[in-house]
């Protein structure tokens, strides 16, 4: 069941499709459909929330998808790979969303995460993480935050509780792991977009990581670094204690 708001109340452009957030593709709401099922009782809250479980868990986790190309943030496209890094797992939620009826629209921070494997550190030069990427919804007449990376085995494997979502109360990530460790700390905000601001993002991080390092992380893709490494998930922890 696609729910339906009052155009008067909220921007259409929250619940438009265009060529990143492109939920009139078949293939997102044909997912968003079999997530969600077609009950009539069920209300948006009930649908954004079944709709983050299905991208935290069923979307793979996978920081080393950064691109600098328009179609690697394509909603579709993720879908199809089933993986990606924060912002793809944020657009594609976006997506999923707006197929169901439900505004939605992408929010950036810049985190400090404290727990990553090495092979990432070096992978990202630093412990701070510039424009990470989350998913918010319209409902119950006020944007509520939903972060959807990590995928529950993800989580198990740092000693993170997955982060829960009740479509009510913001779900952004945990200060500590469960052994009282730092864990995630969101030190600024970007704001908000109806789209993916890719060349902002690009900027920002051309800006604070430097320009050599990310063409860095683009030019690896065909490097040895990415055939040889296998999934995140068997990543030894820096700092899993």
Same mark, same amino acid.
């Given at each position: 069941?696609?729910?339906? *708001?009052?155009?008067?109340?909220?921007? &259409?452009?929250?619940?438009?499709?265009? +060529?990143?957030?492109?939920?009139? &593709?078949?293939?997102?709401?044909? %997912?968003?459909?079999?997530?969600?099922?077609?009950?009539?009782?069920?209300?948006?809250?009930?649908?954004?929330?079944?709709?983050?479980? #299905?991208?935290?868990?069923?979307?793979?986790?996978?920081?080393?998808?950064?691109?600098?190309?328009?179609?690697? /943030?394509? #909603?579709?496209?993720?879908?199809?790979?089933?993986?990606? %890094?924060?912002? !793809?797992?944020?657009?594609?939620?976006?997506?999923? #969303? $707006?197929?169901?009826?439900?505004?939605? $629209?992408?929010?950036?921070?810049?985190?400090?995460?404290?727990?990553? +494997?090495?092979?990432?550190?070096?992978?990202?030069?630093?412990?701070?993480?510039?424009?990470?990427?989350?998913? =918010?919804?319209?409902?119950?007449?006020?944007?509520?935050?939903?972060?959807? #990376?990590?995928?529950?085995?993800?989580?198990?494997?740092? $000693?993170?509780?997955?982060?829960? *979502?009740?479509? $009510?109360?913001?779900?952004?990530?945990?200060? /500590?792991?469960?052994?009282?460790?730092?864990?995630? =700390? /969101?030190?600024? /905000?970007?704001?908000? %977009?109806?789209?993916?601001?890719? !060349? !902002?993002?690009?900027?920002?991080?051309?800006?604070?990581?430097?320009?050599?390092?990310?063409?860095?992380?683009?030019?690896?893709?065909?490097?040895?670094?990415?055939? =040889?490494? +296998?999934? *995140?998930?068997?990543?030894?922890?820096?700092?899993?204690?």
């Amino acid at each position: 069941m696609k729910h339906q *708001f009052n155009g008067s109340q909220m921007d &259409e452009k929250y619940v438009q499709a265009d +060529s990143f957030i492109d939920h009139d &593709e078949e293939a997102i709401s044909d %997912f968003a459909l079999r997530v969600v099922g077609n009950s009539s009782c069920q209300t948006p809250i009930d649908t954004a929330v079944k709709l983050y479980y #299905a991208v935290r868990d069923k979307i793979f986790y996978d920081p080393y998808t950064l691109s600098r190309e328009p179609v690697d /943030y394509r #909603a579709s496209n993720i879908l199809a790979k089933r993986r990606g %890094f924060c912002v !793809q797992k944020a657009v594609l939620l976006c997506a999923l #969303a $707006r197929a169901m009826g439900i505004p939605a $629209r992408l929010g950036f921070a810049t985190v400090t995460n404290h727990l990553a +494997s090495r092979k990432l550190m070096h992978f990202i030069g630093t412990h701070i993480f510039v424009f990470h990427g989350y998913t =918010e919804f319209w409902l119950g007449q006020r944007w509520i935050k939903a972060t959807p #990376a990590f995928n529950h085995e993800l989580c198990d494997k740092y $000693r993170v509780p997955p982060l829960e *979502f009740n479509g $009510r109360d913001d779900a952004l990530f945990q200060p /500590y792991n469960s052994a009282k460790k730092p864990f995630m =700390e /969101y030190i600024g /905000y970007h704001g908000s %977009f109806s789209t993916v601001p890719l !060349q !902002q993002m690009l900027k920002a991080w051309e800006d604070f990581y430097g320009a050599e390092r990310v063409q860095g992380w683009f030019d690896i893709k065909c490097s040895t670094f990415i055939k =040889e490494r +296998s999934d *995140f998930l068997e990543e030894a922890p820096f700092n899993p204690e």
